[in-house]
């Protein structure tokens, strides 16, 4: 026989979450068949963003060169320090040792001075303000007393100091590794734009890069500029010298430079010490205002926070190390924003 049972019905919950569900999913592809496509970058407008990612890089690399030319000086002088602090520990045992030898002394002649007793016998720092009301204490001991009361004030302060620094030096290797981290952080930045554009277009681009550094070193016009002499010329000679070494962040040479590296080191070929980062080289010789009154080897800076340096070629022509993926190279000076040189 038949059943006439009718068939089990959904329940209301049940039909509303599906209809509900439903509605969302035609929602969604509607707004997805609507959505305008992502716009891929034109190979110029990437090379845009690119360079100006290069420039923040360097912003940030003459940021990591002055925390890193802080660790090395902080580094020598606890370095020091604690040369000092080792000699002067010896030097106050040696005065303990004589002290000590002195109370050995007495002991065996009849017994301990009372003053001697109480130096080894007491805290040393608040000795003589004790001891003043004794009337046994001769001349050569008062003197030995305050010299090892001297020595350990001299220590303690040292001690001190040295603490101070190697708080320092911590802050500082963080800061160092906050601007490696920035420094990287955009490169890879600018590689991840790099890598949306075609084979062709990144040869492309490659080619440009080429082009441009090889017109630089070969063909540059510096004019009839009166050529670099005494220091700033031996300096000006040993850059020419590494014309189409790479740029890399934070490197002096000799294999590759960044804008700073190449003036600092070119200027030490000349006998000149100066300073590691631009905006300490800003700071140094005779500030040169105007673009005219440069002389060749003079070091020139450029934007506002005078985060890039190079050394002036003549002709308004600046030989430096450009930025990630170029070559240190000569480069019209306009190309940039001019701030001031500097005579060393």
Same mark, same amino acid.
């Given at each position: 026989m038949?059943?006439? %049972?009718r068939p089990k019905q959904q329940? %209301?919950?049940r039909?509303t979450?599906l209809t509900t569900?439903a509605?969302a999913a035609?929602v969604?592809?509607?707004n997805a068949?609507?959505?305008a496509?992502t716009q $891929?970058l034109?190979?110029?407008?990437v090379k845009?963003k690119?360079?100006?990612?290069?420039?923040?890089?360097?912003?940030?690399?003459? $940021?990591f060169?002055g925390?890193k030319e &802080?660790q090395q000086?902080? =580094? &020598?002088?606890i370095?020091t320090i =604690?040369?000092n602090?080792?000699?002067?520990?010896q030097?106050?045992? $040696?005065?303990?040792?004589?002290l000590?030898?002195?109370?050995t002394?007495?002991?065996r002649?009849g017994?301990?001075?009372p003053?001697v007793?109480?130096f080894?016998s007491?805290?040393?720092?608040?000795f003589?303000? &004790?001891a003043?009301?004794l009337?046994?204490?001769?001349a050569?001991?008062?003197?030995?007393? &305050?010299?090892?009361?001297?020595?350990?004030?001299?220590?303690?302060?040292?001690r001190?100091?040295?603490?101070?620094k190697?708080k320092?030096?911590?802050?500082?290797?963080t800061?160092?590794?906050?601007k490696k981290?920035?420094v990287?952080?955009k490169l890879?930045?600018a =590689?991840k734009?790099?890598?949306?554009l075609?084979?062709?277009e990144k040869?492309?681009?490659a080619?440009q890069? =080429?082009r441009?550094d %090889?017109?630089?070193?070969?063909r540059?016009?510096?004019g009839d500029?009166?050529p670099a002499?005494?220091r700033a010329g031996?300096?000006?000679?040993?850059?020419q010298?590494q014309i189409?070494?790479?740029?890399?962040y934070g490197a002096?040479?000799t294999?590759?430079?960044d804008?700073?590296?190449?003036t600092?080191?070119?200027?030490?070929?000349?006998?000149?010490?100066?300073?590691?980062?631009?905006e300490?080289q800003a700071?140094i010789?005779t %500030?040169?205002?105007?673009?005219n009154d440069?002389q060749?080897?003079?070091?020139v800076f450029?934007?506002g926070?005078l985060?890039?340096?190079?050394?002036?070629?003549?002709?308004?022509?600046?030989?430096?190390a450009?930025?990630t993926?170029?070559?240190?190279?000569?480069?019209t000076?306009?190309?940039?924003?001019?701030q001031?040189g500097?005579?060393v």
């Open positions: 038949a059943s006439h %049972r329940s %209301r919950a039909v979450v569900a509605a035609v969604l592809s509607a068949a609507n959505a496509p $891929k034109s190979k110029d407008q845009a690119v360079d100006d990612l290069y420039e923040k890089a360097e912003q940030a690399t003459e $940021k060169n925390a &802080k000086k902080l =580094q &020598k002088e370095s =604690q040369d602090v080792a000699r002067g520990q030097d106050l045992n $040696k005065l303990r040792d004589g000590g030898s002195l109370a002394s007495q002991y002649s017994g301990i001075d003053s007793q109480l080894l007491s805290n040393p720092d608040d003589l303000d &004790k003043s009301t009337d046994q204490l001769s050569q001991q008062v003197d030995a007393l &305050k010299k090892i009361q001297d020595k350990q004030r001299e220590l303690a302060q040292e001190a100091e040295a603490s101070e190697l320092d030096l911590s802050s500082t290797r800061q160092l590794e906050d981290k920035d990287q952080s890879a930045e =590689q734009l790099l890598n949306t075609t084979a062709k040869q492309e681009l080619a890069q =080429q441009a %090889r017109s630089s070193s070969e540059v016009n510096l500029t009166p002499s005494g031996a300096a000006f000679s040993a850059a010298s189409g070494k790479p740029y890399v002096t040479g294999a590759s430079y804008c700073s590296g190449l600092s080191w070119a200027y030490a070929q000349a006998g000149i010490s100066i300073p590691r980062t631009s300490q700071n010789g %500030r040169i205002s105007s673009v440069l060749v080897g003079d070091l450029f934007y926070d985060h890039h340096v190079g050394l002036y070629a003549g002709n308004g022509q600046v030989l430096h450009p930025h993926g170029a070559v240190v190279r000569y480069e000076m306009s190309d940039m924003p001019f001031f500097v005579r």
